[in-house]
C-alpha cells in the first residue's frame, strides 16, 4: 500500500523514479546534491516507490524525538551524532563487515548549505569497507530521483573526486546556488 502511495506522489508531483534496486549486495549511496529539507522527503518517497526497503541512512540525532523518531527508524534512519564523527566512520565500516546485504546512503556535503568541497566520511567508508559507490541523485531540474550509476573507488582521491565530479556536474539541486563543489574538504590546519 505505501508504495502504490509513494508512486502516486511521484507522478502527481511529476518526478521520475530513476534505477532501481542496486546490483551489488553492499555500497555506499551518495545522495547528492544536498541542498533543501524536501531531499529527504523526496529520497523517502523514491525508497519506498522503488521498493530500496534495504537502505540506511543517517540524520541528526535531535530528530528523533517522538513520534518522529519511530517513523524514521521504520524508514531506515540511523541517528548521527555530529560530535563523534571518527566514530561513525568506524560504526559504518563495521556495520559492512558484519552484514551481507547492506546499504549506506549518505549526502557527502554534510550540510544543506553551500560548503568548499565534501565530507571525507563517504569516502573512507567505502574504502574501509571496500564497497563501491553508488551515485544517487536528486536532480530538480529534471525532477529525476534515484540511483544513476558506481564508481569503484582506487584509492586515488583526486582521481575518485574528478569522476564524481563529472557526474554530478548536469545534476541540479532544489537550491543550485547552494551546492557545494565534488571535492573533498581541506583539513583546517591547527
Partial sequence: MLKGIARLIMKIAGWTAIGGVPE????????APHTSNWDAFWAIVYLVA?????IRFFAKHSLFWFPLGNVLRKFGCMPLDRSRATSVVKQAVDSFKSQELFYLALAPEGTRSRANGWKSGFYR???GAGVPVLMGTIDYRRKRVGLE??????GDVDADM???????AGIEGRWPEKASPVQILKKKKR
Fill in 24 to 31: 551489488v549486495p553492499r555500497a555506499v549511496i551518495l545522495a
Fill in 50 to 54: 522503488s521498493g530500496n526497503n534495504d
Fill in 125 to 127: 567508508i567505502a574504502l
Fill in 149 to 154: 550509476g558506481h564508481l569503484d573507488l582506487t
Fill in 162 to 168: 574528478k569522476a564524481l565530479a563529472a557526474f554530478y
